[in-house]
């Protein structure tokens, strides 16, 4: 992986887009949340800080391409940039506002919710090295052995320069009276960096690069670069977007039918009118000919058929519309339970790295899995509905997985767990959520309600000779 030194060398010398749009790839959600905390989640304010940040950054790229890595002067200049727009907002809002808990506050709280609102300021008691030995292990989640790389150490040096930080960070959290009864390290592993918004970075790159004035990036550019980046990511999503366009396409069908029903009952309404009009004035006059007698029938049968057509169009009508209400509760239903079920595989995969951390590096077995499972629901107040979430669920590749070093798997891209039964969703297509060693999530859908193609593809077979 290009260092990222080189990167802003790139950037320095030659404008490079995608040397800039790799840094702010690697660093958006660092630099995001780190915003988000010290703003007190308002998403629209860390947005700015952090293209504030990635804007210092193009800015002043040649220096600070001296650097071997950015993440210490990211998470500080973050730390700055939030407290100076909170301070703007404040004077532009005439109040004052505490972005802390108070102190005598006694009601039971997660440990991340008693360390998220000083983590920051505690972070930035720490001396440089030390600050910059946490972000590195515990904000990016980096083995030890890349730390030291950075830090030019070896990997025991590595490893001791953490957990001596990680003493000092501790300690300055219980002068403040925190404690927590999960182990530090764990806590702000699973919950300090947040995934940003998909196309933040993109924007955040064309954005920060025409801020500087490289005169390279006019308005036309930036808007095509911005719609390339967004069909690339709508290529990422395409199966859960067939899935909507299908839904839309439906529901827009739906609409028209009721439009045309609407107007044609207008029209029966109009013509019923019209012929009363007629029959009335025919009651009016006491002698009437044959041939007007004979009309007068006529236009009576005439408006019991217009009638009856009226009343089916009005019964098509409503039951068009109570199907495409039915249409859009199943898919906001199905959309929700989906979601949950990502969720909570996704807190399940981080614990499964941690359970093995715990346990020389080895993965629960398929019985351990869900005492796992028992315990995560009791350990953690954010997770209390993480066992209704977690649906029936089985192994693949059991076994397969090893790790080559701490936090380094030899097969981290193939499934480790599936949902037991794949679910149709009201489009009538087939999904099934996967969890993957690296701890990511994948939807998987199926037209016929098979998945063996897909898991082939992603199921580990050792060579022959072994």
């Not at 990222?4 to 010398?13: M, N």
């Not at 029903?261 to 029966?268: C, G, H, P, S």
């Not at 066992?387 to 059991?398: F, G, H, S, T, V």
């Not at 297509?429 to 309600?449: C, I, K, N, P």
Request: glycine share 4%; proline share 3%; hydrophobic share 40%.
């Amino acid at each position: 992986m290009t260092p990222d030194s080189e990167l802003l060398r790139q950037f320095a010398r030659t404008n490079s887009e995608a040397a800039f749009a790799e840094l702010v790839r690697r660093h958006v959600n660092l630099v995001y949340s780190a915003a988000l905390r010290q703003v007190n989640g308002d998403e629209h304010l860390a947005k700015d800080v952090a293209q504030t940040v990635f804007t210092d950054l193009a800015r002043k790229a040649d220096s600070l391409s001296r650097r071997e890595t950015l993440t210490g002067w990211l998470y500080t200049s973050a730390h700055f940039a939030a407290a100076k727009m909170v301070r703007g907002e404040n004077r532009r809002r005439d109040r004052e506002e505490i972005f802390m808990r108070e102190p005598n506050e006694t009601a039971p709280e997660a440990d991340w919710e008693k360390l998220r609102p000083t983590l920051d300021d505690a972070m930035h008691e720490l001396k440089g090295t030390d600050r910059e030995a946490i972000l590195l292990r515990y904000f990016e989640n980096q083995p030890f052995i890349q730390v030291g790389a950075k830090l030019g150490l070896n990997e025991n040096a590595a490893r001791m320069r953490v957990e001596r930080a990680l003493e000092k960070l501790r300690d300055i959290f219980t002068k403040r009276g925190i404690t927590t009864a999960t182990a530090l390290a764990s806590v702000i592993s699973a919950n300090a960096v947040q995934i940003a918004s998909a196309n933040l970075a993109a924007t955040l790159t064309t954005a920060s690069i025409a801020g500087v004035g490289t005169g390279t990036f006019t308005l036309m550019k930036i808007m095509t670069m911005t719609k390339i980046k967004l069909a690339f990511s709508a290529l990422v999503v395409v199966g859960a977007a067939t899935a909507l366009v299908v839904q839309h396409q439906t529901q827009e069908k739906l609409r028209t039918d009721n439009a045309a029903l609407a107007q044609q009952i207008a029209q029966q309404q109009a013509d019923n009118e019209s012929l009363s009009n007629r029959l009335a004035a025919a009651d009016e006059t006491k002698k009437l000919p044959d041939d007007s007698n004979t009309e007068l029938l006529k236009l009576r049968g005439e408006v019991g058929v217009l009638q009856r057509q009226a009343n089916e169009a009005s019964q098509k009508a409503q039951a068009a519309e109570e199907k495409l209400a039915a249409a859009l509760s199943a898919q906001a239903k199905f959309t929700t339970s989906e979601s949950a079920t990502i969720n909570a595989l996704k807190h399940l995969g981080l614990d499964m790295r941690i359970y093995a951390g715990d346990h020389n590096n080895q993965f629960p077995t398929n019985d351990s899995l869900y005492q796992l499972v028992n315990q995560l629901a009791k350990d953690y107040d954010s997770n209390k509905n993480l066992l209704q979430d977690i649906p029936a669920i089985e192994y693949l590749n059991i076994g397969a997985v090893k790790f080559i070093s701490e936090n380094e798997l030899d097969h981290p891209n193939i499934v480790m767990l599936r949902e037991r039964i794949a679910r149709q969703a009201p489009d009538g297509t087939w999904r099934r959520v996967y969890l993957f060693a690296d701890g990511s999530v994948q939807t998987a859908t199926s037209y016929d309600g098979t998945f063996d193609a897909w898991e082939k593809a992603n199921t580990y077979s050792p060579p022959p000779n072994q």
